[in-house]
């Protein structure tokens, strides 16, 4: 696939997502919506119930006190018809302006004795009757809202707009939300046409929460989906991006093992080549210079196919520990020995400053060798310069400290993270003359972490670098 690909699909992939996540939240939006127009109209048609049972109540009421007021004012009432009796009497008797004026007189005098016995009731009935009814309106409040699934807490008023006062609250915590942001519901007048209604207000300060819990379902799963998208869509991502490097890094393998492979195959082929020449036969030291080079090359190809082979069992999980006690200063001091021709060849030198007073491990002593051996390797191989190698080892924590270092071209900060990957090879640039299939230090890392222990790097570029190995101590 060719790179302007990769972006055209990350491009596209992108763009899906996003419309996905819109589209579901614009849904999410939308159940919202509707859930809080469902909960207008059950509090609506709730309260509504209650204000008429209220109503309902309060003129059933009324009517039981003006017929006891009546039956205990009975001697005032009857005093109010004989006035009027004697009044219509006068009135079929008007003889002159003095009995006019004496008919008005009584009639002024009925009127204000009414008014008089009625007047208090009348002014303190609503008020009266709200606050001996406090605790009923809380419980059929709370009994209409719960037949409508509302169970959340609630505050609620009475307020008079006659006096432009509230007549009572229920705790009195929200005043100003009852005011502002409350429901607000009509109670019906009983009495003078022309009075004002007062107002039952009712306040839900958890109103939000209450709609969220109703909706937890949908907004659980909500979440859950836009997990699951941006995982897979950073799945996805990453799996593109590194199937892409792991292809360029297959093909940059396969092209350096052909490389690799050819050097030997071509030169042991024109050592047979050689020895096929009867005068090269009868030419000892001829002969067993072309046969050591055939064994030398021979030799070559089989540590370069069992490093593959190794590569191919640490990645299938077949890679088999034979532990046993084994002296990291004798694995160290082996190694440097299997590499002191080719430092010298360099003109370069090593140094071992062995100092660690515990240095026996539990560990395969062939591939903790192999470990050495590698990373001298690269030292020697990726030096422009003379190899300059030190090799120091101490204790710390119950653990022996291995570190080698190099004055070799140093290793970047990016490339230092991705190092110690199969396949990965450091990028030198111009400079071609580095060999190698990137499985050396992927096989260090393996076996060191089949030894619990851990390995790391510290280089900077132009100032070599220093590889440290952490292994665990044998302790008694």
Known sequence: MKKWSYYILLILVTIATIGLMMIQVRWIRDAVKLKEAIFVKDVKQAITQVVYDLDKLRLEERIKNRRKFIEENQSSFQIYDSLNRVMFYNFQNISSQTDIDMILHNSSMANKLINDLTFGYNQKDPENFYHSKKALIESMLTYELKNKDINTSFEFGIYSPATNSMIFQKTGKYPEELLNDSFIFDLNPVGSL???????????????????????????????????????????????????????????????????????????????????????????????????????????????SEQILQTAIIDKGQLKIQKSLNNIHDIINAAMGSKTIAIENKGGKIEAQLRAQNDEVMGDNIHLTNVIINLLDNAIKYCLEKPDIVINTINSNKSLLIRIKDNGIGISNTNRKKIFEKLYRVPTGNVHNFKGFGLGLSYVKAIIDQHNGEVSVDSEMGKGSTFTIKLPIKTN
Request: charged content about 20%.
């Open 194 to 304: 022309f009075s004002l209604p007062n107002k039952l207000l009712i306040f839900f300060p958890n109103e939000k929460k209450f709609l969220i819990s109703q909706l937890w379902i949908l907004l659980a799963v909500s979440v859950v989906l836009f997990l699951v998208i941006i995982i897979s869509f950073s799945f996805s991502i990453y799996t593109i991006f590194r199937q892409k490097r792991l292809s360029i890094m297959k093909n940059d393998f396969i092209n350096n093992m052909t490389h690799e492979f050819k050097t030997p195959i071509s030169t042991i082929a024109l050592a047979c080549e050689a020895l096929k020449d009867k005068d090269i036969q009868k030419t000892e030291s001829l002969y067993e210079n072309y046969v050591g080079v055939i064994d030398e090359e021979n030799g070559r190809l089989g540590l370069m």
